[in-house]
């Protein structure tokens, strides 16, 4: 099949139409070195593009809403670096006015051996899956709010009554509750409201932290709501100051932790390793579970996605945590990966760019070694 793509390719100049679940699919190339874009009459009509409509890639991104062209072309410079897969779903206005989602999905193609000169792919309108969607996430959104307000008074209630007893501790644990119950809503308000825009968490709160410190918070937090798992942490010596979203990064490192946890055997270890580079810092999370099927490491970060196996599979899981982690990090110009361990189970990691007082203090430092 794949033989038969490629023949047609070298014919005409574009792929054929395909059909793909009964929804015909367009089909695009684009020449890495001059970004002229081909495309077939199927991709023309789901654009509503003229015959005369001049096929370079600036055009084409002039049709994408401008709050989500950065993340594409970022997913493409990833694809084309990294030699992967890329895979997009954006929001575009027609030359008609006409609001559609279309998902892009493409893979590089090399004419001469080890050089990428084209990426190859095609293009479906999901407009009505994502307005389905939308109104999924609507549905869970009420039925979220009102079970999450009675927890919240009944919280503020304990807080109160408990005040003035000497043992701090339960009072702390249900202030840390009360953390998580405003981290929850606002994650309603951002991922599941009815709106179908994907930069509805554009906003975040810059705040200069150390990464290791925040870790040693959630595990603790993790040993409390996972007393069978024994978790552990392997950080450098010194601090790393992150500049980012500090309550953000936080939800990333609780998914992480939690999958881990949910995944893995009773009584297995989950270790989490920091390592520091020049110029970022990766945070790596190691069970001991069932680990991953490889050709998922990425699919496993987009929307809605639900893993095939039965055995790891979570019950009433909307597929939305790895999505919100991956939106995240990327926000923040770092990235997200997963892939089996060398010894057994899965690792799941995420990168952030250092501060410059982190980056200032590694070179202090390797200045003193120098003049020691």
């Known amino acids: 099949m794949n033989r038969e793509i490629k023949n047609m390719e070298n014919r005409t100049g574009v792929i054929p139409d395909q059909t793909i679940g009964g929804a015909y699919v367009g089909n695009w190339k684009i020449q890495l070195k001059s970004n002229k874009v081909s495309f077939c009459p199927r991709m023309r009509k789901i654009l509503e593009l003229s015959k005369g409509y001049d096929e370079h890639i600036d055009e084409l991104f002039e049709l994408i809403k401008p709050g989500q062209l950065s993340g594409l072309i970022h997913e493409f410079k990833v694809a084309c670096f990294n030699g992967t897969k890329f895979e997009k779903q954006v929001q575009i206005v027609t030359p008609y006015g006409t609001e559609k989602w279309v998902q892009l999905s493409g893979v590089l193609y090399s004419r001469r051996w080890g050089t990428a000169e084209q990426m190859i792919g095609t293009i479906e309108d999901v407009t009505q899956k994502v307005n389905e969607e939308c109104l999924s996430m609507a549905i869970v959104n009420h039925e979220l709010r009102a079970p999450l307000t009675i927890i919240k008074l009944n919280t503020q209630f304990l807080i109160n009554h408990l005040a003035h007893n000497i043992n701090k501790q339960p009072v702390k644990l249900l202030n840390m509750v009360d953390q998580h119950i405003n981290g929850m809503t606002k994650l309603i308000d951002e991922y599941l409201s009815p709106s179908t825009s994907d930069d509805r968490s ?21 040993k409390i709501l996972y007393p069978g798992h024994r978790f552990c942490k392997y950080p450098t010596a010194d601090s790393i100051f992150i500049r980012g979203d500090k309550y953000k990064i936080t939800q990333v490192l609780i998914n992480y932790l939690t999958n881990a946890a949910k995944f893995s055997p009773p009584c297995s270890h989950i270790n989490v390793n920091i390592d520091r580079n020049e110029n970022d810092v990766e945070v790596s999370i ?16 987009q929307k809605f996605y639900q893993c095939n196996q039965k055995s790891v599979r979570q019950k009433n899981s909307k597929g939305l945590g790895l999505y919100i982690v991956k939106n995240i990090i990327q926000k923040h110009g770092g990235t997200v990966k997963a892939e089996n361990g060398k010894n057994g189970g899965a690792v799941f990691s ?5 501060s410059q007082q982190s980056k200032f203090n590694t070179t202090g430092q390797e200045a003193l070694k120098l003049m020691a």
């Open 202 to 222: 554009a906003q975040l709160n810059f705040s200069l932290f150390d990464i290791n410190d925040l870790v040693d918070t959630v595990l603790g937090e993790m």
């Open 350 to 354: 995420f990168s952030l760019p250092l």
């Open 286 to 301: 190691h069970d001991q579970g069932v680990g991953i099927n490889e050709e998922n490491g990425q699919v496993l970060f």
